[in-house]
């Protein structure tokens, strides 16, 4: 085709393939049409302008303004068309969409104004939004008629029943008449049946009588038969002789006797026997001598040697009835004849000789024949006696069979009648079951009829009001799933009122009950809140994949439980194997969930989010990472982000649904509150009625399975509202028991939040759920001990609140009452002012003039903050030594009891330290007093440690060991692995005992989920350097037993606190950055130790101090420096630490204990910092204004953390508690407004 449009339609014109090839390329250039599509909602508009700056010198731009009004009516009526709504409200709804367009992008924009969080409503909402009404509403009009139509048809069956009652009344009154008239029918049958099987009983006696006979008969003529056979037996040999003699005789024998004229005289004597044997008659001929006749049997002899079947009649011939008078002349005129003998006649003739041989046998046969004749006539006469007595018996038997077969044709009408009695008696028992379950389903239903059809009613009521609820839950889908709850509430009340003007809604409505083809929503783990329900309801019913907003990991949890393990892969954003996960997940048809997802996200996930499919041979592909994957309808795709408040562009909006799964203080207070609240819902009971009587098809009181699980429901449903009944007693006692608890429950709620929010700690919820209830063994004294903690937490809460008051800027001092007059003061006695404010330590002086007795405590402190902003940080420790006591500003060590007492065999507990200081032994040192140092096992992560420690940690799991890693740090990769296998531990396959120590430095990169799960230390800098000094040498210490300490000399015991005191100073100079050391240097708490542990071992080896001075301070810290300036100064700072002739800077105790030392430096006063670090005053003082500023700053730049659960006479109530406790009196009010907008300007 491109070749012929090359060749101008003319196919003879001949062009090369390059010429062919270079107009294809300028067609294209010439049709080809570019469309760049970028989003306007964020910043990267302009970043991208700035990037591909020829794209607005050679593109066209078009900048699409908000679509007007009138274009989102026409789009609505477009959408409206087909739905089944009334025309009037058709008209009314497209107006109503516009409006809550618009108002949700001015509360988004409101949101933003106040908070800074931005959430994006875009068309694509709005195209939403009209979908989901037409889709929702053609499924709530089908659900509210189906469920409608259930009550309409129970009411139907309970008339039914009604009606039936006396139907069956009467029925039941004729089964009962025809059951006796078959009765007496069967009873009169029976009696004929046993008559009659008498009869048949004689008659068969007498067969069986005949039947003996005939056997005995039988018997006899068998005897007789075989006597017969065994004398027959003798001449039945000869007679087989001679049919073998008559066998070898061939014709042609045959034909030569018979051509003889005058055969010899003993051929002649034999055919003569022959001829008289067959009973021929001889010829008579005449005599030539006498003349007389002569008998002669030659010519008959011929006449049947001519016969063909000669042979054939002798073979066959009736030996059994031989006349006697012809056996009498054989055996008289020829068997004695002298020729008559076989041999004799073979001479003449071997025919003659085979015939010869016949006679004879016959004759011997005709002999035995005769003795056999008697016995063969009584066989025969015992046969027929036989034959007789058979034939009698015969008769009987058919009489026996006739009267049997009328016996059975009887037994057969009875059983036919039994059975029409029997399908009548079940008849008629059925009719009285019927009757009864009648009277029954009446009895204990009636009061429903009543109800269900007033609920049928408010069904067609609620039908009625669709349009309006539909309407707002679309609204609350389209527009609401990322706000927070206060926002959501907000919205929809005034949205409901809005509707409520021009369209029908139901008068109490509530989104998470509004919709009646919801059904039960399964929480599945979430707080039973309507928030998180009205998620659920939103993630049913967006068109879009999911984006949960979710920092506790609440959401991920609620998949967990509701997608069948097989059928979820759970993956994070960033592993290494999400494309295969990806791509395996969507040809399986699995729920995939990818978590930790960022501001921003691959644009190969676009067209799976957008759900751009190619289908191809009626299958569908999708496009992800530039392969064709073959799309599962059932694949599901969830994404999780831990981002409190993400900024997702519009593009981000308009592919994905973003829903705020964030936890609600409300939701912790009520779980903390009642932590298990399980009550039977009665309404459950009434809809398995329903649905028993709707699914019933046939006659409902023949259904004994539907009747049955009516009348146990119905029972289960009482039983559960007499059950749920409590009487008042015990209702005033459950009030005063939730009344006592819930200050308690108020302020662990409240904890929770400012863990979460304000210190930016991520804990899960159930992890904290557990430490809730954690003392499970003392729960008889959990009221009182919590009662008693709440007092306790009072004051730690009026510390936390008073310590953010107290860090404030007040701009103007005068604004307040007690502070009247300052100016003036100041001006007065500017001499003594000037000098007080250039004290080192003025925080420690009493204020010039009067005001010293005028101002409190807290007001003196605003005083010094204000004027010298670098004491904040000592004022305020002075300020609550004296308020609260010396306890709150004290370092907190570690305690490993209180660590352990905290974490269970589930959650690690994780190390975090920003000095390489590594707790490792006194975690030996706990085990031990815990006696679990067998179980110990710990392992150094790093290059080929992972399969070794993975494989640690499945042994501590099955053998309940206790299992540390260390540098967790130097082994990045291995975080997925060590997440998973975190994830995968249960109760079920862990040892109670097990315990998993994690060790690491704070550039440790965990995941969100991991971090959660842990029980969380870090190891802190010390906020003085007393404070800095002190941890030091105990942890240097803690690892000397008390017999080697007393064995030290007082030279390695001195010399010891003395290197501390350097290594303090040399770390706490950190702090100051660039101007302390040119070079950052890897120093720790370890290297500490191996100092010290080597002065111990060797200080007696070197007698030369210069030696020893050498070997720590060169070989162990200033060899570290790499600098020449920090090499310099750190040998410096070593002499004047180290030599043992300085004393000026620090003093030895009296004694050399070790709780000497430790009270010594408690009670060091360390006078100028600058001094004792080598630095200028003014660097310190910059440090602290540094310190403040970059405090206060952050103070101003964090959100209120209650705004959206307080009122501002809320705070002004929190404002007086505060206030009260200082003994200060102060109009709240008035200083509010005098000081709120300087402190958000400041």
Same mark, same amino acid.
């Given at each position: 085709?491109?070749?012929?449009?090359?060749?101008?339609?003319?196919?003879?014109?001949?062009?090369?393939?390059?010429?062919?090839?270079?107009?294809?390329?300028?067609?294209?250039?010439?049709?080809?049409?570019?469309?760049?599509?970028?989003?306007?909602?964020?910043?990267?508009?302009?970043?991208?302008?700035?990037?591909?700056?020829?794209?607005?010198?050679?593109?066209?731009?078009?900048?699409?303004?908000?679509?007007?009004?009138?274009?989102?009516?026409?789009?609505?009526?477009?959408?409206?068309?087909?739905?089944?709504?009334?025309?009037?409200?058709?008209?009314?709804?497209?107006?109503?969409?516009?409006?809550?367009?618009?108002?949700?992008?001015?509360?988004?924009?409101?949101?933003?104004?106040?908070?800074?969080?931005?959430?994006?409503?875009?068309?694509?909402?709005?195209?939403?939004?009209?979908?989901?009404?037409?889709? &929702?509403?053609?499924?709530?009009?089908?659900? *509210?008629?189906?469920?409608?139509?259930?009550?309409?048809?129970?009411?139907?069956?309970?008339?039914?029943?009604?009606?039936?009652?006396?139907?069956?009344?009467?029925?039941?009154?004729?089964?009962?008449?025809?059951?006796?008239?078959?009765?007496?029918?069967?009873?009169?049958?029976?009696?004929?049946?046993?008559?009659?099987?008498?009869?048949?009983?004689?008659?068969?006696?007498?067969?069986?009588?005949?039947?003996?006979?005939?056997?005995?008969?039988?018997?006899?003529?068998?005897?007789?038969?075989?006597?017969?056979?065994?004398?027959?037996?003798?001449?039945?040999?000869?007679?087989?002789?001679?049919?073998?003699?008559?066998?070898?005789?061939?014709?042609?024998? /045959?034909?030569?006797?018979?051509?003889?004229?005058? !055969?010899?005289?003993?051929?002649?004597?034999?055919?003569?026997?022959?001829?008289?044997?067959?009973?021929?008659?001889?010829?008579?001929?005449?005599?030539?001598?006498?003349?007389?006749?002569?008998?002669?049997?030659?010519?008959?002899?011929?006449?049947?040697?001519?016969?063909?079947?000669?042979?054939?009649?002798?073979?066959?011939?009736?030996?059994?009835?031989?006349?006697?008078?012809?056996?009498?002349?054989?055996?008289?005129? =020829?068997?004695?004849?002298?020729?008559?003998?076989?041999? #004799?006649?073979?001479?003449?003739?071997?025919?003659?000789?085979?015939?010869?041989?016949?006679?004879?046998?016959?004759?011997?046969?005709?002999?035995?024949?005769?003795?056999?004749?008697?016995?063969?006539?009584?066989?025969?006469?015992?046969?027929?006696? =036989?034959?007789?007595?058979?034939?009698?018996?015969?008769?009987?038997?058919?009489?026996?069979?006739?009267?049997?077969?009328?016996?059975?044709?009887?037994?057969?009408?009875?059983?036919?009648?039994?059975?029409?009695?029997?399908?009548?008696?079940?008849?008629?028992?059925?009719?009285?079951?019927?009757?009864?379950? $009648?009277?029954?389903?009446?009895?204990?239903?009636?009061?429903?009829?009543?109800?269900?059809?007033?609920?049928?009613?408010?069904?067609?009521?609620?039908?009625?009001?669709?349009?309006?609820?539909?309407?707002?839950?679309?609204?609350?889908?389209? =527009?609401?799933?990322?706000?927070?709850?206060?926002?959501?509430?907000?919205?929809?009340?005034?949205?409901?009122?809005?509707?409520?003007?021009?369209?029908?809604?139901?008068?109490?409505?509530?989104?998470?009950?509004?919709?009646?083809?919801?059904?039960?929503?399964?929480?599945?783990?979430?707080?039973?809140?309507?928030?998180?329900?009205?998620?659920?309801?939103?993630?049913?019913?967006?068109?879009?994949?999911?984006?949960?907003?979710?920092?506790?990991?609440?959401?991920?949890?609620?998949?967990?439980?509701?997608?069948?393990?097989?059928?979820?892969?759970?993956?994070?954003?960033?592993?290494?194997?999400?494309?295969?996960?990806?791509?395996?997940?969507?040809?399986?048809?699995?729920?995939?969930?990818?978590?930790?997802?960022?501001?921003?996200?691959?644009?190969?996930?676009?067209?799976?989010?957008?759900?751009?499919? *190619?289908?191809?041979?009626?299958?569908?592909?999708?496009?992800?990472?530039?392969?064709?994957?073959?799309?599962?309808?059932?694949?599901?795709?969830?994404?999780?982000?831990?981002?409190?408040?993400?900024?997702?562009?519009?593009? #981000?909006?308009?592919?994905?649904?973003?829903?705020?799964?964030?936890?609600?203080?409300?939701?912790?207070?009520?779980?903390?509150?009642?932590?298990?609240?399980?009550?039977?819902?009665?309404?459950?009971?009434?809809?398995?009625?329903?649905?028993?009587?709707?699914?019933?098809?046939?006659?409902?009181?023949?259904?004994?399975?539907?009747?049955?699980?009516?009348?146990?429901?119905?029972?289960?449903?009482?039983?559960?509202?007499?059950?749920?009944?409590?009487?008042?007693?015990?209702?005033?006692?459950?009030?005063?028991?939730?009344?006592?608890?819930?200050?308690?429950?108020?302020?662990?709620?409240?904890?929770?939040?400012?863990?979460?929010?304000?210190? %930016?700690?991520?804990?899960?919820?159930?992890?904290?759920?557990?430490?809730?209830?954690?003392?499970?063994?003392?729960?008889?004294?959990?009221?009182?001990?919590?009662?008693?903690?709440?007092?306790?937490?009072?004051?730690?809460?009026?510390?936390?609140?008073?310590?953010?008051?107290?860090?404030?800027?007040?701009?103007?001092?005068?604004?307040?009452?007690?502070?009247?007059?300052?100016?003036?003061?100041?001006?007065?006695?500017?001499?003594?002012?000037?000098?007080?404010?250039?004290?080192?330590?003025?925080?420690?002086?009493?204020? !010039?003039?009067?005001?010293?007795?005028?101002?409190?405590?807290?007001?003196?402190?605003?005083?010094?903050?204000?004027?010298?902003?670098?004491?904040?940080?000592?004022?305020?420790?002075?300020? /609550?030594?004296?308020?609260?006591?010396?306890?709150?500003?004290?370092?907190?060590? /570690?305690?490993?009891?209180?660590? =352990?007492?905290?974490?269970?065999?589930?959650?690690?507990?994780?190390?975090?330290?920003?000095?390489?200081?590594?707790?490792?032994?006194?975690?030996?040192?706990?085990?031990?007093?815990?006696?679990?140092?067998?179980?110990?096992?710990?392992?150094?992560?790093?290059?080929?440690?992972?399969?070794?420690?993975?494989?640690?940690? %499945?042994?501590?799991?099955?053998?309940?060991?206790?299992?540390?890693?260390?540098?967790?740090?130097?082994?990045?990769?291995?975080?997925?692995?060590?997440?998973?296998?975190?994830?995968?531990?249960?109760?079920?396959?862990?040892?109670?005992?097990?315990?998993?120590?994690?060790?690491?430095?704070? $550039?440790?990169?965990?995941?969100?989920?991991?971090?959660?799960?842990?029980?969380?230390?870090?190891?802190?800098?010390?906020?003085?350097?007393?404070?800095?000094?002190?941890?030091?040498?105990?942890?240097?210490?803690?690892?000397? $037993?008390?017999?080697?300490?007393?064995?030290?000399?007082?030279?390695?015991?001195?010399? &010891?606190?003395?290197? #501390?005191?350097?290594?303090?100073?040399?770390?706490?100079?950190?702090?100051?950055?660039?101007?302390?050391?040119?070079?950052?240097?890897?120093?720790?708490?370890?290297?500490?130790?191996?100092?010290?542990?080597?002065?111990?071992?060797?200080?007696?080896?070197?007698?030369?101090?210069?030696?020893?001075?050498?070997?720590?301070?060169?070989?162990?810290?200033?060899?570290?420096?790499?600098?020449?300036?920090?090499?310099?100064?750190?040998?410096?700072?070593?002499?004047?630490?180290?030599?043992?002739?300085?004393?000026?800077?620090?003093?030895?105790?009296?004694?050399?204990?070790?709780?000497?030392?430790?009270?010594?430096?408690?009670?060091?006063?360390?006078?100028?910092?600058?001094?004792?670090?080598?630095?200028?005053?003014?660097?310190?003082?910059?440090?602290?204004?540094?310190?403040?500023?970059?405090?206060?700053?952050?103070?101003?730049?964090?959100?209120?953390?209650?705004?959206?659960?307080?009122?501002?006479?809320?705070?002004?109530?929190?404002?007086?508690?505060?206030?009260?406790?200082?003994?200060?009196?102060?109009?709240?009010?008035?200083?509010?407004?005098?000081?709120?907008?300087?402190?958000?300007?400041?």
């Amino acid at each position: 085709m491109v070749r012929l449009d090359a060749q101008h339609g003319n196919p003879n014109l001949n062009i090369s393939s390059e010429d062919v090839y270079a107009f294809f390329i300028n067609r294209c250039k010439e049709k080809l049409h570019v469309i760049l599509s970028l989003d306007i909602c964020s910043n990267i508009l302009r970043n991208k302008i700035g990037l591909f700056q020829s794209l607005m010198k050679n593109c066209i731009p078009i900048w699409f303004s908000e679509w007007s009004n009138s274009a989102l009516m026409d789009i609505s009526n477009e959408w409206l068309k087909d739905c089944n709504i009334t025309s009037e409200t058709k008209l009314i709804l497209p107006e109503t969409f516009v409006q809550i367009f618009l108002d949700s992008k001015i509360l988004t924009a409101n949101i933003y104004n106040n908070s800074g969080e931005k959430y994006n409503i875009t068309t694509s909402s709005y195209i939403e939004f009209l979908r989901l009404y037409v889709d &929702i509403m053609e499924i709530e009009q089908k659900a *509210v008629n189906e469920k409608k139509e259930k009550y309409l048809t129970g009411l139907k069956k309970l008339k039914y029943a009604d009606n039936q009652i006396s139907r069956l009344q009467e029925n039941l009154a004729a089964y009962q008449l025809q059951l006796k008239i078959m009765s007496k029918k069967a009873a009169e049958m029976t009696r004929q049946i046993a008559r009659e099987t008498l009869e048949v009983e004689r008659a068969s006696n007498l067969v069986r009588k005949d039947e003996k006979i005939a056997n005995k008969q039988a018997e006899a003529a068998a005897v007789l038969k075989l006597d017969c056979e065994a004398d027959l037996a003798q001449a039945i040999p000869i007679l087989e002789d001679a049919i073998q003699a008559l066998n070898t005789l061939k014709p042609s024998d /045959i034909t030569l006797v018979k051509s003889m004229k005058n !055969p010899p005289d003993a051929i002649k004597l034999v055919m003569a026997a022959v001829c008289v044997i067959k009973d021929v008659k001889p010829d008579r001929i005449p005599d030539p001598s006498t003349g007389r006749k002569l008998i002669d049997y030659w010519g008959p002899s011929k006449r049947i040697l001519g016969d063909m079947n000669f042979l054939q009649s002798l073979k066959d011939f009736d030996k059994d009835h031989i006349k006697t008078e012809i056996m009498v002349k054989i055996r008289k005129d =020829y068997l004695p004849h002298k020729d008559f003998k076989p041999h #004799v006649v073979a001479k003449a003739s071997s025919a003659a000789e085979g015939l010869c041989k016949w006679i004879i046998a016959m004759d011997m046969y005709d002999n035995v024949a005769k003795e056999v004749a008697p016995k063969k006539d009584k066989l025969e006469k015992a046969e027929r006696e =036989y034959a007789q007595t058979v034939a009698i018996m015969d008769e009987k038997k058919l009489e026996v069979v006739r009267l049997e077969k009328q016996l059975a044709q009887l037994n057969s009408k009875l059983q036919e009648a039994n059975k029409k009695q029997q399908r009548l008696q079940r008849t008629a028992d059925a009719c009285s079951r019927k009757l009864e379950r $009648s009277v029954t389903l009446l009895s204990g239903f009636g009061n429903e009829k009543t109800q269900w059809s007033k609920k049928a009613d408010d069904l067609e009521d609620k039908y009625q009001c669709l349009g309006g609820d539909v309407l707002l839950v679309c609204a609350a889908i389209s =527009y609401l799933s990322p706000l927070p709850t206060v926002y959501r509430e907000e919205a929809l009340d005034r949205w409901y009122l809005m509707v409520k003007h021009d369209i029908r809604c139901s008068n109490e409505w509530d989104l998470t009950n509004i919709l009646v083809s919801d059904g039960n929503i399964d929480l599945a783990g979430l707080p039973k809140e309507n928030y998180f329900k009205e998620n659920c309801i939103i993630y049913k019913y967006c068109y879009r994949w999911p984006l949960f907003i979710d920092p506790q990991g609440l959401s991920k949890k609620w998949i967990q439980k509701t997608t069948s393990k097989h059928l979820l892969v759970v993956v994070k954003y960033g592993d290494p194997n999400l494309i295969k996960d990806v791509e395996s997940s969507i040809e399986s048809g699995k729920c995939l969930v990818i978590e930790n997802i960022a501001h921003q996200f691959s644009h190969s996930f676009n067209n799976l989010l957008r759900s751009e499919f *190619v289908e191809e041979n009626g299958e569908k592909f999708v496009l992800f990472e530039g392969k064709k994957i073959v799309y599962n309808d059932g694949f599901k795709l969830v994404l999780i982000t831990s981002l409190r408040s993400p900024n997702y562009g519009c593009e #981000v909006s308009n592919n994905v649904k973003v829903i705020n799964f964030s936890l609600t203080k409300s939701a912790l207070q009520k779980k903390l509150l009642n932590l298990v609240i399980k009550t039977e819902n009665p309404l459950s009971y009434e809809v398995k009625i329903l649905r028993t009587l709707s699914d019933s098809e046939a006659d409902l009181l023949e259904d004994i399975k539907a009747l049955k699980t009516l009348d146990d429901t119905k029972k289960l449903s009482e039983q559960t509202a007499q059950a749920i009944y409590i009487p008042d007693n015990v209702v005033s006692t459950f009030d005063h028991l939730e009344k006592s608890f819930t200050e308690f429950s108020h302020y662990s709620s409240s904890l929770f939040v400012c863990i979460d929010e304000f210190c %930016r700690k991520k804990i899960d919820f159930d992890e904290y759920e557990f430490l809730f209830r954690r003392e499970k063994h003392e729960r008889a004294k959990m009221r009182e001990r919590m009662l008693e903690r709440i007092n306790h937490a009072k004051n730690q809460e009026q510390f936390e609140e008073l310590k953010n008051d107290a860090r404030e800027k007040i701009e103007s001092l005068e604004g307040l009452d007690c502070f009247i007059g300052l100016k003036r003061s100041m001006d007065d006695n500017d001499l003594i002012w000037n000098a007080f404010l250039s004290l080192e330590n003025p925080e420690q002086h009493d204020i !010039p003039v009067f005001w010293q007795q005028k101002l409190s405590s807290f007001q003196k402190f605003l005083l010094i903050q204000t004027m010298r902003a670098d004491r904040t940080k000592e004022c305020m420790k002075k300020f /609550i030594t004296l308020e609260l006591g010396e306890k709150y500003i004290e370092p907190l060590e /570690i305690d490993l009891d209180e660590l =352990y007492a905290e974490s269970y065999c589930l959650s690690p507990i994780l190390f975090l330290s920003r000095n390489n200081t590594f707790p490792l032994s006194k975690i030996e040192k706990f085990a031990i007093q815990k006696k679990f140092i067998n179980k110990f096992r710990y392992i150094s992560l790093g290059d080929a440690q992972s399969y070794l420690a993975e494989n640690l940690i %499945r042994e501590g799991q099955n053998e309940g060991l206790w299992i540390c890693l260390i540098n967790c740090h130097l082994s990045k990769s291995w975080v997925y692995d060590l997440e998973r296998i975190c994830e995968e531990m249960t109760y079920e396959n862990t040892n109670e005992n097990f315990r998993l120590w994690l060790i690491s430095d704070v $550039s440790f990169q965990l995941s969100d989920e991991l971090l959660e799960r842990c029980v969380k230390v870090i190891y802190e800098d010390s906020e003085s350097f007393k404070d800095k000094l002190l941890i030091s040498y105990k942890d240097c210490v803690d690892d000397v $037993s008390v017999d080697d300490y007393r064995n030290y000399s007082q030279l390695v015991i001195r010399l &010891i606190y003395r290197i #501390v005191c350097f290594h303090s100073v040399v770390i706490w100079r950190q702090k100051f950055g660039g101007i302390a050391w040119n070079n950052p240097f890897d120093f720790g708490e370890h290297d500490l130790k191996v100092v010290t542990k080597m002065v111990s071992n060797i200080v007696n080896i070197y007698d030369s101090d210069e030696a020893l001075g050498y070997l720590i301070g060169e070989c162990c810290y200033s060899s570290q420096f790499l600098n020449q300036r920090d090499y310099e100064v750190s040998n410096i700072l070593f002499h004047e630490f180290i030599c043992l002739n300085n004393d000026n800077l620090f003093s030895y105790p009296s004694k050399s204990d070790i709780h000497d030392f430790i009270d010594h430096i408690q009670k060091l006063p360390f006078g100028k910092m600058s001094d004792l670090l080598g630095f200028n005053d003014i660097i310190l003082y910059r440090n602290n204004v540094e310190d403040y500023e970059l405090f206060s700053s952050y103070l101003t730049s964090i959100n209120t953390i209650f705004n959206d659960q307080f009122e501002i006479d809320d705070i002004f109530d929190m404002i007086d508690k505060v206030l009260n406790i200082l003994d200060i009196e102060i109009e709240t009010r008035v200083l509010i407004k005098k000081s709120i907008v300087y402190y958000m300007m400041s």
